[in-house]
């Protein structure tokens, strides 16, 4: 019988090894939950990486059968792949220069090598389980080559990918030294989608002029087989961050939250740490805001949460220096004995204070400096069960183009997002509940489920 096999760069678990056993974490993440639909149904299957380097023959037969008993495929990598494919090509060349950071881009053939063994690896392991019959969906940055890889041998089968990142503008693809290599690597899928309509374009402006393929309508004519080109924005679990917000676990958080913190007012920040989320600019333009209008000084604070993430990579490591800098020279300078205008955890959160955070924020900032789509954002709109808050979006996340009911900003333009946190912080009630409802509304119909329902059905 035929089957679906999801393909990404990690399972939907990690594996935490202590003493002589293994534990599997599952993933909080958004595309876990929408895929859970597909993957743990029959004989259907997620392959990828469970997080660590296994090196013992008989550990890994162990993750094996225990992932089975879940449907899912372990590819193992060795602490060098790690090292060169997902810490170097995958986020120190393809990240930087899809999110327009070039001068943090590492051109090393070394790295791209490393890149062609790992998606070979995921590759043998799609080939393993996989017939002709089959769909096979294939996810994000790290795995751009293995679409023709896997059509190379298994010519017939249906392969849909879905890039989670931007795909920049042809004039900035076209510096990577690999890029025809990559486009066919896409190309070898039947369906490409991408978070948004100018990612679309992108990519069908660097297929037509660099693999010199044209397209009409997002539709490319290859030797001998169609390649669609599609935007499906991508959406959240709406009813778990509803649900979560009104849970009696978030409720009895907010209350502990709020005897710390007082009255006051609340903006709230969640990010992954990562230069392409624009924490520095963000922090700055806090600061300028509470001394351009000091009456809000003791009358607002930010609460800043920044999950660590890829800390082997340098620029993620200085970022982390800059931004315990930025935060240690802010509060010095403004705090005072009953106020601290910058709370600042560098660590994950439970999904419940995230819950509480976002309930009693009356702001979220969420102001990359370019991101594919953002779902923090969609997170909070989602947790506002009483309808009041306001959003400051940056227009250079994807979710801008669904939520024009957002203060939009341009995060390069230090001026608008002080007056942008004034205009939040200042807005009457009645206004954010229009705003709040019209977001709901769009947030709760294009969830997750519609997301993967709607791609699938395309394939
Ligand atoms: O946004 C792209 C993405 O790969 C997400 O899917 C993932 O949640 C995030 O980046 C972090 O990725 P990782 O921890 O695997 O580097």
Known sequence: ?????????????RIIQEDNSFYYIPSEGGLATGLSSIYKQGDNLWVGWPGESVKKEEDKEQIRADLRKENMTPVFLSKKLIQNFYEGFSND?????????LQFANFDHKLFDAYVEANKKFCDAVLDVASEDDTIWIHDYQLLLLPQMVRKKLPHVGIGFFQHIPFPSYEVFRMIPWR??????????DLVGFHTYDDMRHFLSSVSRLAGIPNSRGR??????????????MGIDYQKYALS????????????????????????????LDYSKGLPKRLEAFEQFLIQYPEFQEKVSLIMVVVPSRDNVPQYRELKETVDLLVGRINGRLAKLNWMPIHYFYRSFELESISAFYRMAHVAMVTPMRDGMNLVCKEFIASKLDKTGVLVLSEMAGASKELSDAILINP???EQMIEAIHQALTMPEEEQIVHISLMQETLKRYNIHHWVKMFMNRL
């Open 1 to 13: 019988m035929s089957k679906t096999i999801i393909v990404s760069n990690r399972l939907p678990v």
């Open 93 to 101: 060349t393809i990240w930087p220069v899809f999110h327009y950071f």
């Open 180 to 189: 025809k290599k990559i486009l066919r690597g896409m190309l070898g899928a």
């Open 220 to 233: 490319i004519e290859a030797a001998n087989r169609i390649i669609e080109v599609d935007s499906f924005p």
């Open 245 to 272: 917000a009104a849970s009696p676990k978030t409720i009895d958080k907010e209350i502990q939250f709020r005897s710390s913190l007082g009255n006051q007012k609340l903006i709230v920040s969640i990010d992954r």
């Open 412 to 414: 390069n333009n230090s």
